[in-house]
């Protein structure tokens, strides 16, 4: 049962556009999410959180927006760059019970020169 | 600082084989450290956690085993290797401050 969900596989956007990648999720309970970001061959790196108690949160080029009722964060990157390329995760826990996180299956976004 | 060391990076073994992969972490105690598997268009799949030595929970029913002998010790096994065990395993830990960081991962072929 695949609680945290990315429909949509693969994305390609220009270079210097707006990168968005979406996340579902199915369990209310969750109530802190993350992003991470991954290179082939590499482990993944976080990118950037949200907790519950917010609906944006923002790093430089990077946004995660958090629309609790529609249990749905979006990951917003602009502008985007060929170095952003990569498989993108998001991740969903509940804080209280220790942590334990489950992933999405992921996107490959590809930056276009 | 905290690390977290995984590994071989690759790994081509034969079918019917055993497996050993290791992940040790450095610079915190009593982690939780994870087992995941990332195999092709199925995403990250949790494998094994432990809350601590000689404590594991399995997610999957599988092939593999994982035992941590030591406190910042995590290890994956399996007696006798299946083709479909061929994927990205990659260890983590948390300190529940921040989520996961992860190992640089292992790239498992079975042949």
């Known amino acids: 049962d695949q609680q945290v969900k990315q429909n949509s596989p693969s994305l390609s956007v220009q270079e210097g556009r707006i990168s968005i990648l979406n996340c579902d999720y199915t369990?209310?309970?969750?109530?802190?999410f993350l992003w991470y970001k991954k290179y082939p061959a590499e482990g993944p790196t976080f990118l950037i959180s949200?907790?519950?108690?917010?609906d944006k949160n923002e790093d430089g080029r990077f946004t995660v927006f958090l629309n609790k009722s529609a249990k749905h964060l979006s990951l917003h990157i602009v502008p985007s760059q060929p170095g952003d390329s990569a498989v993108y995760f998001c991740a969903a826990s509940v804080e209280s019970t220790g942590n334990q996180f489950y992933f999405g299956t992921g996107t490959s976004l590809t930056v276009i020169p | 600082s905290q690390t977290i060391h995984q590994w071989p990076a690759t790994l081509v073994q034969p079918v019917g084989s055993p497996l050993s992969l290791e992940c040790t972490v450095e610079g915190t105690s009593n982690p939780n450290l994870y087992w995941y598997r990332q195999a092709a268009g199925r995403g990250l799949q949790l494998l094994f956690y432990s809350v601590g030595i000689g404590q594991i929970s399995s997610e999957v029913p599988q092939n593999l085993s994982a035992s941590r002998p030591q406190d910042r010790q995590f290890i994956l096994s399996s007696k006798k290797l299946l083709l479909s065990d061929s994927g990205f395993y990659l260890c983590?830990?948390?300190?529940?401050?921040?989520?996961?960081?992860f190992g640089s991962g292992t790239r498992l072929t079975v042949v």
């Open positions: 983590a830990w948390t300190d529940f401050n921040y989520g996961y960081t």
């Open positions: 949200i907790s519950s108690i917010k």
């Open positions: 369990n209310s309970m969750f109530d802190y």
